[in-house]
């Protein structure tokens, strides 16, 4: 959908479809309409902890056409009516006045597993608060060294104070990446077990893994642990070994069906329990409409992790940035010397997997390389006559790059003072 209607999809919109397969059964052509009222925050960490942190806070509404061979929604149309005031929207409304929104999607067909999120910010669209747990996220292993890899994630959530007595549910989530590129799937994922933990209620499918539970049978202090095995296959146009880290969601929030929770219809509108919004949803057939209400819905988001890729043509390497130290500090372009670069990779990988002979700095190739002993760091000499010809300068940028055994290609740069 958000390709068709230049929709750029909230990350929150991925929890509508927990919600919705998690309350109804599915039948006919079920489609889910909810509102949000969100609190979130994201990092790019494997970590949260119960620290101060500032989230961005918005409203949501979203359509989700639940995968169930039902059929289309056909030319929707999402109307708001609001005594709030918005300053900015994803995507912008079609039609807007004093307290109403409406975004028309006409000669637009929503498919299934397709979603239609619209979010409004206020003025002050920020909190800062304390997410009331510490959560954690491991990997293993972290790459891809295979053509096909199982990784096992793990995830622990201490609960460190009370939540909101009016909370009402709590979820753990595990989804898996992807690594595309220019519309191709480089790596291809799938959640192939998932391990129960004792209280909680587990559900998945390939791309997902859930665990739930009522917020007041958490125990504070206690230390639980949620494990899942992804399968992972990368292409035959995806060279080396990339990192490959699902997501991780926890969110806690207040959340309402309305009674009747289904309406066979063209429309229905969902309104919040505050009344400050009420959000229409219309299309030119009848659908399965299943109508949820969420109020005050916490996310924390661990994103996920994957490698950079090298730009086209096929085949795609894995790019990995290094760390490099260039030695002297100060070159003189006339001398026939040599220089040095130390070379350091990121973790999980190791710089006595690069291929010397591939090395190259600024024209010059490298000319011998050693492991410096106890460090993960590669020691490469270039002679200075094999420079490309380079303007002196007070500093002067020099790039190394090379491949490692595997065909990942590894970059990084140093600057200097080059003199004549």
Same mark, same amino acid.
């Given at each position: 959908m958000k390709k068709k209607c230049s929709i750029t999809v909230m990350v929150i919109s991925f929890i509508f479809a927990i919600y919705g397969a998690s309350i109804a059964v599915v039948q006919g052509n079920t489609v889910n309409v909810q509102i949000e009222h969100d609190y979130n925050y994201n990092t790019s960490e494997d970590f949260i902890n119960n620290e101060p942190l500032i989230l961005s806070v918005y409203w949501l509404t979203n359509l989700f056409n639940r995968p169930n061979d039902g059929g289309l929604v056909v030319n929707p149309v999402i109307e708001w009516q609001t005594d709030l005031n918005f300053d900015l929207f994803n995507p912008e409304p079609t039609t807007s006045s004093d307290g109403y929104y409406k975004w028309d999607f006409t000669g637009i067909n929503v498919e299934e597993s397709e979603m239609v999120p619209i979010s409004g910010y206020e003025e002050n669209n920020t909190l800062i608060m304390r997410p009331r747990f510490n959560v954690s996220r491991s990997v293993e292993p972290k790459i891809l060294a295979d053509d096909t890899t199982q990784q096992i994630v793990t995830v622990t959530l201490k609960l460190e104070e009370e939540l909101p007595e009016d909370m009402n549910s709590f979820w753990i989530d595990i989804g898996s990446p992807s690594i595309a590129y220019l519309g191709a799937d480089l790596v291809e994922s799938s959640f192939i077990s998932q391990v129960p933990v004792a209280g909680w209620n587990a559900s998945n499918n390939l791309f997902q893994c859930q665990w739930n539970?009522?917020?007041?049978? +958490?125990?504070?202090?206690?230390?639980?642990? %949620?494990?899942?095995?992804?399968?992972?296959?990368?292409?035959?146009?995806?060279?080396?070994?990339? +990192?490959?880290?699902?997501?991780?969601?926890? %969110?806690?929030?207040?959340?309402?069906?309305?009674?009747?929770?289904?309406?066979?219809?063209?429309?229905?509108?969902?309104s919040d329990l505050n009344g400050h919004l009420s959000a229409t949803f219309t299309a030119d057939n009848i659908v399965d409409w299943n109508l949820l209400f969420t109020d005050s819905l916490y996310i924390f988001r661990l994103l996920p992790v994957v490698s950079q890729i090298t730009p086209p043509p096929p085949p795609f390497h894995v790019l990995i940035p290094a760390d490099v130290t260039i030695k002297p500090e100060t070159l003189n372009t006339k001398s026939n010397g040599k220089f040095t670069a130390f070379v350091q990779l990121p973790e999980p990988y190791d710089a006595a997997d690069i291929d010397v002979s591939t090395v190259t700095c600024e024209g010059a190739s490298a000319i011998k390389g050693t492991i410096v002993k106890g460090f993960h760091v590669l020691k490469l000499k270039f002679n200075r006559q094999d420079l490309n010809e380079i303007e002196p300068g007070e500093s002067i940028e020099f790039t190394v790059t090379g491949n490692l055994e595997d065909g990942s290609i590894f970059e990084g740069k140093d600057s200097i003072r080059v003199n004549k």
């Open positions: 539970i009522d917020p007041k049978n +958490i125990e504070i202090g206690k230390t639980y642990t %949620f494990m899942a095995t992804l399968e992972s296959t990368k292409s035959v146009d995806l060279v080396g070994s990339p +990192i490959f880290t699902p997501s991780v969601w926890v %969110f806690y929030g207040k959340w309402h069906q309305p009674n009747p929770s289904v309406v066979t219809s063209n429309s229905v509108t969902v």
